[in-house]
């Protein structure tokens, strides 16, 4: 069901996801540019949660909070995966790609954080298990 998604474990075995483009002018504000690679996942998580209406994941926020995490780096990041089904690590995911537009830097602080690897395993996992279900 993820495959959409975990074939970029290997895509993000590099160490750099992007990097913070500051303007010596002081004109604009810093921002991150990201990877290519980066850019494409972002499509591919938006095309996931068109397609699977049925996760609710436009309601991340009501998700997390359902499962009393906050949207903050530090508590998305010591989130267990190994406890959460594929709507709740989705909403982490979701979460951290939308909390770019309210906090420069967000998605690039979990790719460095391990945190995004770290759900993406957990979603191999569940597509695992389900096969081994068949």
């Not at 397609?51 to 989130?79: C, F, P, V």
Request: proline share 1%.
């Amino acid at each position: 069901m993820y495959e959409s998604l975990t074939k970029y474990l290997d895509v993000f075995k590099e160490e750099s996801y992007g990097k913070w483009v500051i303007d010596e002018n002081k004109v604009h504000f810093p921002y991150v540019r990201y990877t290519e690679a980066i850019g494409k996942f972002r499509k591919d998580i938006m095309a996931f949660v068109d397609a699977h209406k049925e996760m609710r994941l436009k309601n991340y926020y009501a998700i997390l909070e359902d499962l009393g995490i906050e949207r903050s780096t530090e508590a998305m990041a010591e989130t267990d995966p190994e406890s959460l089904d594929g709507q709740a690590v989705m909403a982490l995911i979701v979460a951290s790609m939308r909390g770019e537009r309210f906090c420069e830097g967000f998605l690039l602080r979990m790719f460095e954080e391990g945190c995004i690897r770290k759900w993406l395993m957990r979603l191999a996992a569940i597509d695992r298990d389900a096969q081994a279900e068949k």
